[in-house]
C-alpha cells in the first residue's frame, strides 16, 4: 500500500495560512535553509503529488520557470505527476497533470491501493482537511517557521485530535523545525 504524506509549513502557533491566507510567513529564505535536502528526500520516495485548485495555481505561476540552480527541487517538482482536485480548474498548463472532479477521499483510497511510490500532498488545506477527517494520511512532514502569526487557517480540522508519534526531526540554523510524524495506533 502506498503511503499519503502530508508536509505543511506552519508558525509556531499552529497555523498553516496568515489571516490573509497567504504563505509570505515562510518566504523569507532564511527560513528555507536546509529545506531542499528535506524535500529531494522526499522526492526519492514519491511518484505523485496531490494538489487542490489554489496551491496548483500558486505552484504553477512559480515552479515552471524557476532557475534550477536557485531551487534544485525545480526540476523534480516539475516532472512530477500532479492530481488536481479541483472544480473550477479545466485545463492544466503545468503537467504532467490530471485534473479530477470526484471526492478526494474515495480517490486517494484508490490511490493507496495502486502499484508506486508514495503520494504528497502539498497546502491544499481544504483536501488535507478532508483527508484528515477520513484517516487517510500515513505520515506528516510539518516543517514549523520560528513566527508567531496570532490568527490564521490551521490545517486540522476544528475540534480533531490526533495523537501522533514522532519519527524524525532536524532544526535548521534559523530555527526552522522539520518534523515527521506517523499518527499513533491505538488498541
Do not use: C
Not at 115 to 140: F, P
Not at 158 to 170: A, G, H, P, V
Amino acid at each position: 500500500m502506498r503511503t499519503v504524506i502530508l508536509q505543511e509549513w506552519v508558525s509556531l502557533d499552529g497555523f498553516a495560512a496568515d489571516k490573509d491566507g497567504t504563505t509570505k510567513f515562510f518566504e523569507d529564505p532564511k527560513y528555507n535553509e536546509g529545506f531542499n535536502d528535506y524535500q529531494l528526500e522526499l522526492f526519492e520516495r514519491v511518484d505523485a503529488t496531490i494538489l487542490g485548485a489554489v496551491t496548483y495555481k500558486m505552484f504553477s505561476a512559480f515552479w515552471p520557470t524557476a532557475d534550477a540552480e536557485q531551487e534544485p527541487v525545480a526540476p523534480k517538482l516539475n516532472a512530477l505527476p500532479k492530481i488536481v482536485f479541483s472544480k473550477t480548474i479545466h485545463e492544466a498548463s503545468w503537467g504532467p497533470a490530471t485534473i479530477r472532479r470526484d471526492d478526494v477521499a474515495d480517490a486517494v483510497r484508490e490511490l493507496r491501493n495502486e502499484n508506486g511510490k508514495d503520494i504528497v500532498i502539498w497546502g491544499s488545506l481544504s483536501l488535507a482537511e478532508r483527508l484528515i477527517e477520513e484517516n487517510l494520511i500515513d505520515e506528516y512532514w510539518i516543517v514549523v517557521v520560528p513566527i508567531f502569526l496570532g490568527s490564521g487557517r490551521k490545517f486540522i480540522p476544528e475540534d480533531r485530535e490526533i495523537e501522533m508519534e514522532l519519527f524524525e526531526s532536524k532544526t535548521s540554523p534559523a530555527g526552522t523545525v522539520f518534523l515527521k510524524y506517523r499518527p499513533k495506533i491505538t488498541e
